[in-house]
């Protein structure tokens, strides 16, 4: 996909942090669209980094490799206990990397958002890419087995969800 750099809609993000909290880290990022003041760039190599040492991570990851992004990000929960990442993907529910590593994996995964209206995404010059073709979801990945499955989320600051099951 051409959009490894699309930027979470500010507005979202600060939806996100109203409803979950403040976020520590921002997972990959570059100086310019960065969410968080701690953040890791490609320079840094988050897939490299430790994660263990943050409590709320975002994520909102290159979409062309998103398979590798999800190894990571359940690597990293399984050895912290307390670490939890709020990760932005495209809704392909159909792809083997969300059988794999989300739907297979429900000691890791609290909660799947799934995101009411499309995310008007900003490209690098800060500047809305238009209406995306796909829908996105927001997967709370925590240690957690008291977790819910589906809910619905809205893409403004009104964040809110609804406990399906
Ligand atoms: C989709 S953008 C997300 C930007 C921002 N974090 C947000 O939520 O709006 C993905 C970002 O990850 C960065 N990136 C790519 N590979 C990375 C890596 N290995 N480690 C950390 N960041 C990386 C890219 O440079 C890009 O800025």
Request: hydrophobic residues 35%; contains cysteine; glycine residues 4%.
């Amino acid at each position: 996909m051409g959009n490894d750099l699309w930027e979470t809609p500010k507005p979202f993000f600060d939806g996100v942090e109203d409803y979950f909290g403040d976020m520590d880290i921002d997972l990959a990022a570059n100086f310019q669209n960065r969410k968080v003041n701690k953040y890791f760039d490609e320079k840094d190599n988050s897939l490299k980094m430790d994660w263990n040492s943050y409590n709320m991570g975002w994520l909102n990851p290159p979409y062309s490799k998103p398979s590798i992004w999800l190894d990571k990000v359940n690597d990293e929960i399984l050895k912290s206990k307390d670490l939890e990442v709020f990760m932005l993907l495209p809704m392909t529910f159909e792809s083997n990397y969300y059988h794999n590593s989300v739907f297979n994996k429900p000691e890791l995964v609290n909660t799947i958002y799934l995101i009411n209206g499309r995310l008007s995404y900003l490209d690098e010059n800060k500047k809305k890419v238009g209406s995306p073709r796909f829908g996105s979801c927001l997967i709370h990945f925590k240690r957690d087995f008291n977790r819910e499955i589906i809910s619905f989320g809205k893409c403004d600051r009104e964040f809110k969800s609804v406990k399906l099951i």
